[in-house]
């Protein structure tokens, strides 16, 4: 028999034992299925490096200890209630996925798994974590996002592996300083819908970061050192309060997108023309009055929304942008009919107000 046992979105309600011999089996997808329940053979199989059984119903799992050389367990998208305790004698085990269960919390001694690399156990109803996970200091990925979390340590600091962290869509009211001693922070950081109020400069070490996500929290201003994240591609911080940008956003050289809608900003610095590489700047809903003459610096960007500002006028120079594409103006009350719309309309920008 083959050494995979492949039935993704079958329709299946149980599992029979399959013919041959399933010891031999090194790979199990039974992803997307109907399965409430798992047999108990599934959990002696000491060949098994991975075992998929996303989108099921199951509350339960068997035991698990038999399966000694698992590396990898996908368990999202299911009804569990407790985590497993069999899995926390998988010792090889570098990957598990947890995201969308109704877990309450993760055992207090998780960090039994000292080689996992990705941890995901979003979507659940954690409140807190245990100390022991800040500990694994071996994870690359972890997403706790979806959750009620309140508090994260100042010893996420020790987790200096990650590349990838997603806290996002919790009741965090606060960033831990250490945050910016996770030097390895490269793929992406989602801190959205949380209760933050300020941003440590300490964030501003993370230099290697691409990609930033601060939406729909409670901030009023930015520190001086947001300059310091020079490997941003994309920046979002809509939904917040903010009146202003630290003028060291220029420093951003090579980001490419800036949402920034749903502020209470009334101006830009000058320095947003330093952002020659940007392609995207999303402005609406604010209370913008005008454009600093620098725009014309925005030698890339190719989407300029303003929807639902304060605008009565635009300069002259957004003709000068030659990438252009679109400039959404509509909600403004400008005062005439600007020259320069139709400037832009004669060569292809697609203009609205």
């Not at 997307?32 to 098994?48: A, F, M, Q, V, Y």
């Not at 809608?261 to 604010?286: F, K, V, Y």
Request: hydrophobic content about 40%.
């Amino acid at each position: 028999m083959p050494h995979e046992l492949n039935a993704p979105g079958a329709g299946l309600t149980e599992l029979p034992l399959p013919t041959g011999d399933p010891a031999r089996l090194h790979r199990i997808d039974l992803a997307w299925n109907e399965l409430t329940e798992l047999p108990p053979w599934i959990g002696r199989l000491p060949l098994l490096e991975d075992l998929w059984l996303d989108g099921n119903r199951l509350r339960d799992l068997p035991d698990l200890r038999g399966l000694t050389a698992l590396r990898t367990l996908h368990l999202d998208g299911n009804a569990l209630t407790h985590f497993p305790r069999s899995v926390l004698d998988l010792p090889g085990l570098r990957t598990l996925f947890l995201y969308g269960n109704a877990l309450g919390e993760l055992p207090e001694d998780i960090g039994r798994l000292r080689n996992l690399r990705h941890l995901a156990a979003g979507g659940n109803a954690l409140t807190t974590v245990p100390d022991a996970l800040w500990r694994l200091t071996g994870l690359v990925s972890l997403n706790l996002a979806e959750n009620a979390i309140t508090e994260v340590p100042e010893t996420i600091g020790g987790l200096t592996g990650l590349r990838m962290l997603d806290l996002g869509h919790n009741k965090l009211t606060g960033i831990p300083e250490a945050i910016g001693d996770l030097h390895d922070l490269t793929d992406y950081l989602y801190l959205s819908d949380n209760r933050f109020t300020s941003v440590p400069a300490s964030l501003g070490r993370l230099t290697r970061l691409t990609y930033l996500n601060l939406t729909d929290n409670r901030l009023t201003e930015l520190p001086d050192a947001l300059g310091g994240l020079t490997a941003l591609r994309e920046l979002r911080l809509y939904g917040n309060r903010l009146r202003e940008l630290p003028e060291t956003i220029g420093r951003l050289g090579d980001l490419r997108e800036l949402h920034l809608m749903n502020n209470a900003l009334t101006s830009l610095p000058s320095s947003i023309g330093d952002l020659s590489r940007l392609r995207q700047l999303d402005l609406r809903n604010n209370a913008i009055t005008s454009l600093p003459g620098s725009v014309t610096g925005l030698s890339s960007l190719t989407h300029l929304d303003l929807r639902n500002n304060r605008l009565r006028d635009v300069p002259d120079t957004l003709a000068d942008l030659p990438a252009l594409e679109k400039l959404d103006l509509r909600w403004n009350k400008l005062d005439g009919d600007p020259e320069v719309l139709h400037r832009l309309s004669l060569r292809g920008c697609v203009v609205l107000r």
